[in-house]
């Protein structure tokens, strides 16, 4: 059995974003009990992430690592028609996920206690972001 | 065919550790014969890596690379209430896998010659990680 | 339905190469209109990436990046068998994906319009990549 689903993100700028509950939406309507789900992201400027959902700390030292490692502006960057935020968020694309997949167990994510998913936008401006979630069992 | 097991791996602590036999033994069990074997780790401070698995420096090399890319103890986070290592273990998995997907065919994990399945303790202190992996054919 | 296929992607050395026509093309072949197609490297020294499709310089700043992060020859490194680019390459490719899955749906990859699929070669000399697609649908 397969289920799929288009979603849509909408971001106010750059920052992380818990979609948990819009991908366990997803698995709940497919009624599948066991398998795959995976989550895709239509974009290269916004990612996915599996990270700690307890701490907004967390979310805030993840950004601050980030954009200490891949600065905006950088001199070194060559695209930069959209700003010095457009580059970086490719490069912070790659070196995160643009596709996930968590497994599903009695209708429901196996996902940890602490283990959230999330969004996570790249460019200064809000963005509209679409995501294929595909249900596999 | 789907087919879903769930594994424990000790850890005594930082370190990286071949789990390629655990993952191929429940590609066995499944007596599934192609497809794809996805394997999810239910945890933030540690993670999934596929690398070169016949000398012993690479995983040392890895190692040494993260430590320095990733301070334990960096004044920047501010996420530190369980220690110096804490923080920095949820970045690492981020910059590495928390899920891993690998085809199947003939029974067996698609994997090259010098491809191992690693799991990533970024804590210092030994845990219980836990993984659930997926066959679907 | 599944459907697998084995890719040889020959390279003319470091550089990022677009794979997604390749890509495409086993899942046409497969004749599955909806399901999740994964692709898989075998390799570590070379790696996946979903990238921008559209200015040459993305690829371009996204080499300089990683060159700079990941420095060829880094004096940290002890496993230099193969030259100053070899523990690199492994670096690089834990740092992005051996293994990508994307949703397929009416026959074709659901990517963005700005989306291409790409073969990351991190070693310096030309070498053969043997990739495996599985389609499930």
């Keep these: 059995m397969i289920a799929q689903h288009e979603i849509e993100v909408r971001t106010s700028g750059r920052g992380i974003y818990d979609i948990s509950r819009d991908v366990q939406s997803c698995v709940g309507e497919s009624r599948i009990d066991v398998g795959l789900c995976q989550v895709f992201i239509r974009h290269t400027s916004a990612s996915l992430m599996l990270c700690e959902n307890a701490d907004p700390a967390v979310l805030r030292d993840m950004e601050a690592f980030m954009s200490r490692t891949v600065p905006d502006g950088d001199p070194m960057f060559t695209h930069t028609a959209e700003g010095p935020d457009d580059m970086p968020a490719h490069v912070r694309s790659v070196l995160t996920q643009?596709?996930?997949?968590?497994?599903?167990?009695?209708?429901?994510?196996?996902?940890?206690?602490?283990?959230?998913?999330?969004?996570?936008?790249?460019?200064?401006?809000?963005?509209?972001?679409?995501?294929?979630?595909?249900?596999?069992?």
């Design 98 to 137: 643009t596709s996930l997949t968590v497994p599903v167990a009695n209708g429901s994510l196996v996902l940890g206690t602490w283990q959230g998913i999330f969004l996570w936008e790249h460019r200064s401006r809000p963005h509209r972001r679409q995501l294929q979630v595909t249900v596999l069992g």
